[in-house]
């Protein structure tokens, strides 16, 4: 089996002193595992930050056996954030994720889109509020859709809207870019931000992962401590 695509690096491992076994999350094949051979090499090598968009030559000679892949850098978008390391461990974090919770040989267009968009949108001023809704989006995507006009109530506090729930006798706030995404009139601080992260890792963790058997990502905790 051959082909050629386009596909977004999210891991690699160490395979022998030369080559790693690497995850590429391909445009028309989804998540493929394959080795890198030569990956030591000057030119392979600076090729392979977590994040790049790589240009992809994959062969395999049966299905059931792992396949090999000849890569040829098509965007360095990783380089752009060594200087920034909240973005930085952003992407490893935001890549642990679809390394984890995505099915391997399954294509998933709507997957890569939103890869393509996240590298778009940590590159703005409020990329963390556009981040966590690339999140909702991205579990959306996976089948784990959170509906929040759902089930939040509201309260008028100070003259502005407060939207929460009831969990266990205890007020949980659900920051209002949650509930309306197009609400660009909100004022919106570090503090809404990590009430945000701490609703989505609660979700994340007891819907998600717990069920399916997935321990919660150190690289996740890495970039929330570091936003802390």
């Given at each position: 089996?051959?082909?050629i695509?386009?596909?977004?690096?999210?891991?690699?491992?160490?395979?022998?002193?030369?080559?790693?076994?690497?995850?590429?999350?391909?445009?028309?094949?989804?998540?493929?595992?394959?080795?890198?051979f030569?990956?030591?090499?000057?030119?392979?090598?600076?090729?392979?930050?977590?994040?790049?968009?790589?240009?992809?030559?994959?062969?395999?000679k049966t299905?059931?056996?792992?396949?090999?892949?000849?890569?040829?850098i098509?965007?360095?978008?990783?380089?752009?954030?060594?200087?920034?390391?909240?973005?930085?461990?952003?992407?490893?974090?935001?890549l642990?994720?679809?390394k984890?919770?995505?099915v391997?040989?399954?294509?998933?267009?709507?997957?890569?889109?939103?890869?393509n968009?996240?590298?778009?949108?940590?590159?703005?001023?409020n990329w963390?509020?556009k981040?966590?809704?690339?999140?909702?989006?991205?579990?959306?995507?996976?089948?784990?859709?959170?509906?929040?006009?759902?089930?939040?109530?509201?309260?008028q506090m100070?003259?502005s809207?407060?939207?929460?729930?009831?969990?266990?006798?205890?007020?949980?706030?659900i920051?209002?870019?949650f509930v309306?995404?197009?609400d660009?009139?909100?004022?919106?601080?570090?503090?809404?931000?990590?009430?945000?992260?701490k609703?989505?890792?609660?979700?994340?963790?007891k819907?998600?992962?717990?069920?399916?058997d997935?321990?919660?990502?150190?690289?996740r905790?890495n970039?929330?401590?570091n936003?802390?």
């Amino acid at each position: 089996m051959k082909w050629i695509d386009t596909g977004f690096l999210i891991s690699k491992n160490q395979y022998n002193e030369n080559s790693v076994i690497a995850e590429i999350f391909t445009k028309n094949y989804g998540k493929i595992t394959g080795i890198i051979f030569g990956a030591t090499s000057k030119k392979i090598k600076s090729y392979l930050e977590i994040g790049n968009l790589l240009h992809v030559n994959f062969s395999s000679k049966t299905p059931d056996k792992i396949g090999s892949f000849k890569i040829e850098i098509f965007k360095a978008n990783t380089a752009f954030f060594f200087e920034d390391k909240t973005k930085l461990l952003c992407i490893i974090s935001a890549l642990k994720l679809i390394k984890i919770l995505t099915v391997e040989n399954q294509i998933n267009k709507n997957i890569y889109n939103l890869i393509n968009n996240f590298f778009e949108i940590i590159k703005l001023d409020n990329w963390l509020k556009k981040y966590l809704l690339w999140e909702l989006d991205l579990f959306k995507v996976l089948g784990y859709n959170i509906n929040f006009k759902a089930f939040v109530q509201k309260e008028q506090m100070n003259g502005s809207v407060n939207y929460f729930v009831i969990s266990k006798k205890k007020k949980i706030n659900i920051p209002s870019f949650f509930v309306d995404q197009f609400d660009t009139n909100s004022k919106i601080n570090k503090n809404n931000l990590l009430d945000a992260i701490k609703i989505l890792n609660d979700f994340l963790e007891k819907s998600i992962l717990i069920p399916n058997d997935i321990n919660f990502p150190q690289e996740r905790t890495n970039f929330i401590n570091n936003l802390s």
